[in-house]
């Protein structure tokens, strides 16, 4: 109704996410401790795993890969966990803890931006995580994925980095003190591990039935999938994946507080 | 438009279970004063500020901040452009610098200060490089506060801004807080440091119990200018209180004169005692203080006329946040 507006208002949200996007890089860069867990952890262990298996032939227990090209995919896949659902949850609560969301919450900058900018760090950062892994993997003879696969690789990156993003801030609203974050994390993510086949690969059909229908080994799958085999998308565990972070936004938003002390 | 108050509070209401926090509050705040909210801890408070700054749904009663409805989330953004917040707690990522932090804030607003304007408005020139981490309790409170004025607000939130200050940097703080007013910014702070409301406050509101026992300026207030004063002097020896030309209480030695006209009493006590060819040692005279008044308002008895039911105290402590 009134034609006079300050700033297309659409275009001045858009720098401004932008603008919290940036921040938060800043923030995460010029933290030591989130930079290392994040980094240097999954480089750590593909390194090690490289020593490990360097130079081997693809096998039936890894279903027909190099332990190594095996590796290189679910590696890449914690790392994503690490830097969307664990970082998150833990950044998520130490912040209500403080004080600092309220104090967000204070400002006009709407919620959804907030939420937009640190889902877009997060999948940055682990994009960041996947490449660097990629890059160790190449160092020991795993080859860089063909430029045909790239576009399988970036949708399921981003839907899972979306989901664990989902899951993390969920985690983060459902505890009450930052202080357990990290150990409540863990505790979700460690046994969820194992029996998605990060580590070891998976032969029992009981357990493979089961994981496949928890977040972790679907994102696996999917990225096992667009690395190495035909390169499609694995659409059963995209959705089974998408369906989690749903249900993870779910929670997350009917849970969600900003105030250290509830009402 | 400048002749609408900045807040309007009537019989607001807020509970939490069976503690009433808020038991029919009602103020004013006119544009571009300071209005000071004062009280005890638990006296309700941070409960009203809260659900004036939006962070709290009230149970019942009127609300506004600048004409909006503060518990209406559709008038959230354009609320948070207009107000700036000094909340209770220091809350800054410790990675960012000085600087970094206030252009980050500067950037959610449509307009905002300039950011070197404000760190100097802060007293923080000269420190826009160090980490948030690295900077004493007061001046991440000053940075805080910085915060809090980088959107320019037309009414701006204090929430306790001195406390833990040492005195000459609550004496920084309060000049801010005058400069700001007199810039045209309106003040809404609390507080439960009389000094403070005393030095900074066009208009005080003492909250007791969760409700306002006394309004008014920090001068008149609970009928400070109009009190009696007391005129107090050492019973001069050989007098008895029956020689004395007023009524007086005598206590021992130590007499005690209430009286509405000073002057007059002063004239009539200093005549006869030079009469006598003697003196009134000790003399002084005194009006009530504000924390006299202050005590007055807030005290034990006050705390009866809490309802049956509620045990004033501990209630209360649950009320207004552990964090204390």
């Not at chain 2, 991440?140 to 833990?164: C, H, I, M």
Request: aromatic content about 8%; some cysteine.
């Amino acid at each position: 109704m009134n034609p006079v507006t300050r700033r297309p208002p659409r275009r001045r949200d858009l720098a401004m996410l932008w603008h919290q996007v940036r921040y938060e890089q800043l923030t995460f860069w010029r933290n030591p401790q989130s930079a290392f867990f994040t980094f240097v952890f999954p480089v750590v262990v593909i390194a090690i795993f490289g020593v490990m298996f360097h130079g081997g032939t693809p096998s039936p227990y890894f279903y027909g890969l190099s332990a190594l090209g095996y590796y290189v995919a679910t590696i890449a896949a914690v790392s994503v966990l690490g830097a969307c659902y664990s970082q998150l949850a833990i950044v998520v609560a130490s912040r209500r803890q403080n004080g600092i969301l309220k104090r967000v919450r204070a400002t006009p900058l709407p919620s959804w931006i907030y939420f937009l900018g640190l889902l877009a760090h997060c999948v940055m950062v682990g994009v960041v995580d996947v490449l660097l892994i990629l890059g160790v993997g190449r160092l020991f003879g795993v080859p860089f994925p063909g430029v045909a696969r790239w576009p399988a690789i970036a949708v399921t990156l981003v839907l899972g980095a979306t989901a664990f993003c989902a899951l993390g801030v969920a985690v983060a609203s459902l505890i009450r003190n930052a202080e357990a974050a990290p150990a409540v994390v863990q505790f979700v993510l460690f046994p969820l591990v194992f029996l998605s086949g990060t580590y070891l690969p998976i032969h029992s059909g009981a357990v493979v039935t089961v994981a496949g229908a928890l977040p972790v080994r679907p994102f696996n799958e999917a990225l096992l999938g667009a690395l190495t085999r035909s390169g499609g998308f694995a659409w059963h565990d995209l959705a089974v994946l998408a369906a989690w972070g749903a249900a993870g936004a779910v929670v997350a938003v009917r849970r969600f507080r900003w105030d250290p002390r509830p009402e | 438009m400048s002749g609408e108050p900045a807040v309007v509070v009537a019989d607001l209401r807020k509970s939490y279970g069976p503690v009433r926090a808020v038991r029919g509050v009602g103020f004013r705040v006119a544009r571009g004063e300071i209005f000071a909210l004062l009280g005890p801890n638990g006296a309700g408070k941070s409960t009203t500020l809260e659900i004036l700054e939006g962070f709290r749904a009230r149970d019942a009663g009127r609300a506004e901040v600048l004409g909006l409805d503060p518990g209406d989330r559709g008038a959230a953004r354009e609320l948070r452009e207009r107000i700036g917040l000094v909340l209770q707690d220091i809350a800054v990522e410790p990675y960012l610098t000085v600087r970094e932090t206030v252009t980050r804030d500067a950037g959610y607003y449509r307009a905002p200060r300039d950011v070197d304007e404000v760190i100097g408005l802060v007293g923080l020139t000269g420190q826009e490089r160090r980490k948030v981490r690295t900077l004493s309790g007061g001046q991440k409170r000053r940075l805080d506060l910085a915060l809090g004025v980088v959107g320019d607000p037309e009414l701006l939130f204090l929430d306790e801004p001195t406390t833990g200050f040492d005195p000459n940097a609550r004496r920084g703080a309060w000049r801010l807080v005058r400069e700001l007013r007199d810039t045209g910014t309106t003040v809404l702070l609390t507080t439960h440091s009389m000094q403070e409301a005393q030095a900074l406050a066009d208009r005080v509101a003492v909250l007791a119990g969760g409700r306002i026992v006394a309004e008014g300026t920090p001068d008149d207030l609970g009928g400070r200018d109009t009190a009696g004063a007391r005129i107090r002097f050492a019973l001069p020896p050989g007098c008895a209180a029956a020689d004395l030309p007023v009524a007086a209480e005598v206590r021992g030695a130590q007499v005690t004169v209430r009286t509405a006209e000073p002057t007059g009493t002063l004239h009539r006590l200093t005549g006869w005692a030079l009469q006598r060819g003697t003196a009134l040692v000790g003399l002084t005279v005194e009006r009530p203080t504000l924390e006299d008044v202050y005590l007055d308002l807030t005290g034990p008895d006050t705390a009866h006329d809490t309802p049956r039911g509620t045990p004033p105290d501990t209630a209360h402590e649950t009320a207004e946040g552990g964090a204390r």
